[in-house]
């Protein structure tokens, strides 16, 4: 392995996707909120567009777009559509809203398949800077918050009678997932963001009595998928945030394998 | 000084009034049961205490620092989310192992802090969320037809741990329920409650209330109605269990 500098730049970024990812993963998978982290995901190729025809930092217009749909989303909710009608309807229309917006900004010079599958390998210093501040920010967030969001996530009564207000958990949720969106996006890309909030979460489920447990253990399958994910994209030439994925997905067949063997 | 106070509340869901001018009072030590039909308000009102739900009119008074402790009604955990009964007594407050250990026994359910949340039987998780409520020292004990989906044995064993409980702690006791015999044995004041209340009392009073008879059945063990109403309503929704109706009126004199 030559150890580049766009290589370490590489690793250290997803690594530090794959650190925020997880707590918030386990949130999303214990929430059931996997087509939430979708929506907010997919409004985010809106934000690319929007950042480029306003000629501002991508990530600040992701940033704001994430957080538009997770309000929007988190405030639709229980106003007559279920949710996961609501949020297929949000999820798929403004990635496609998205879509045709960046086809009006032909003029720019503008790639999408590096905003749709990612550009691991494309990470300059100043984003890593903005992927680690991002990931701190997340996991001193939920950190902070960490009891009164476990306690809204079993019973949002729960949380009231011991004084807590879960709208206001699911506002820093939502808030965390925008952020991690926007960090993630340079690494793995629109479509696959939820992918690395996901399976890294579900794969460490069986092995965890915790849900601190549960956490460390995504984190590190995540931060595990990442470097392993880059090295194989390196040496077989394939695409870096797909490859991450699809180690993180062998990772997560072969831990509930391992939990079928173990039961029979 | 009472715990709790509501003042003519009223409580909306989608502009649906689903209590009107609710007077209501707690004091200290006292235990009142809530009864009334499926949709007459009974859990709103508890939600209300609790400050789930805001009233649309009128006000709700609690003692300052009023603790509560608040056992649901049920309480889905999701399979993905593991968590031992130990991690569970320490939400959201973290609490120490021998206050957890405390609590479960106060609770009458000792032997299990090491276990799964989502392995337990239904009457081991009703006296684990029990014991969680137990370890804020609460002024204010809080159960919302706790003992639902629990047999009769269940949940008479259930309700005589939260007697005992009272005569322990001194704390007062909040309790949807639709089992009588835990009315007229355990409950200072019963509160029919049918979108208002219909009648309050002492529960020999309100068992023999007009009101009361118009909403559960008339006859001359008015008492028993209420059970016997309970169960009919059970068979409809075929909740594919069989009620024994035979030992009941044994239990009932029982507990008078």
């Known amino acids: 392995m030559i150890f580049d500098a766009f290589l370490i730049r590489a690793a250290l970024a997803g690594v530090g996707v794959a650190l925020a990812a997880a707590p918030l993963g386990c949130f999303v998978v214990w929430r059931r909120m996997a087509y939430f982290g979708d929506a907010t995901a997919h409004a985010s190729i809106l934000g690319v567009a929007l950042a480029l025809s306003f000629d501002t930092s991508v990530f600040a217009g992701v940033l704001v777009m994430a957080l538009a749909m997770g309000s929007t989303v988190s405030s639709l909710s229980g106003r007559g559509y279920a949710v996961d009608t609501l949020l297929g309807v949000l999820a798929h229309s403004s990635l496609a809203f998205g879509l045709v917006a960046v086809s009006f900004l032909s003029g720019v010079r503008l790639d999408l398949m590096a905003y749709l599958f990612g550009d691991i390998l494309a990470v300059s210093q100043t984003d890593l800077l903005i992927i680690w501040g991002g990931a701190a920010m997340v996991i001193a967030l939920l950190w ?34 925008s952020v991690v969106v926007a960090v993630a996006i340079k690494v793995v890309g629109v ?5 690395l ?53 062998v990772l997560f067949a072969l831990s509930n394998l391992h939990q079928l063997i173990r039961r029979t | 000084m009472n715990l709790v106070t509501l003042s003519n509340v009223t409580v909306a869901h989608n502009a649906n009034p689903v209590l009107r ?32 739900l805001r009233p649309s009119q009128g006000a709700l008074n609690k003692a300052p620092d009023l603790r509560i402790g608040y056992v649901p009604q049920k309480l889905h955990i999701d399979p993905t989310l593991p968590l031992t009964v130990r991690r569970f007594l320490s939400l959201p407050v973290a609490v120490h192992d021998e206050a957890a250990k405390r609590a479960l026994e106060q609770a009458g359910a000792g032997q299990l802090m090491q276990r799964q949340m989502t392995g337990l039987s239904g009457g081991q998780f009703q006296r684990v969320l029990l014991a969680r409520a137990l370890l804020c020292n609460p002024q204010l004990l809080i159960l919302d037809e706790a003992t639902q989906g629990l047999d009769q044995p269940g949940s008479a064993a259930f309700y005589q741990q939260i007697e005992k409980l009272r005569q322990e702690l001194g704390c007062a006791i909040l309790m949807v329920s639709h089992e009588l015999h835990v009315v007229m044995a355990a409950s200072d004041r019963v509160i029919c409650l049918n979108g208002h209340i219909c009648c309050e009392g002492a529960p020999e009073q309100v068992a023999s209330a007009p009101e009361y008879r118009a909403l559960f059945g008339s006859g001359t063990q008015g008492a028993l109605a209420l059970y016997r109403h309970e169960h009919t309503h059970s068979h409809d929704h075929s909740c594919g269990h069989d009620h024994a109706h035979d030992p009941q009126p044994a239990k009932e004199t029982e507990s008078q």
């Open chain 1, 144 to 177: 902070w918050r960490w009891s009164a969001l476990l306690t809204s996530t079993l019973n949002a009564d729960l949380a009231h009678a011991a004084g807590i207000d879960p709208r206001r958990e699911q506002l820093i949720l939502t808030l965390a997932l």
């Open chain 2, 21 to 52: 001018n609710v007077n209501f009072a707690i004091s200290p030590g006292e235990i009142v049961t809530v009864v009334g039909p499926n949709g007459s308000g009974k859990s709103t009102l508890l939600r209300t205490i609790i400050g789930a």
């Open chain 1, 197 to 249: 909030l996901i399976i890294p979460a579900a794969t460490a489920r069986p092995f965890a009595k915790t849900p601190e447990r549960m956490t460390l253990i995504a984190a590190v399958i995540g931060a595990v998928s990442a470097i392993g994910g880059l090295q194989l994209a390196f040496s077989f030439d394939t695409p870096t945030g797909p490859t991450i994925v699809c180690l993180a997905a």
């Open chain 1, 191 to 195: 479509l696959l963001i939820a992918a």
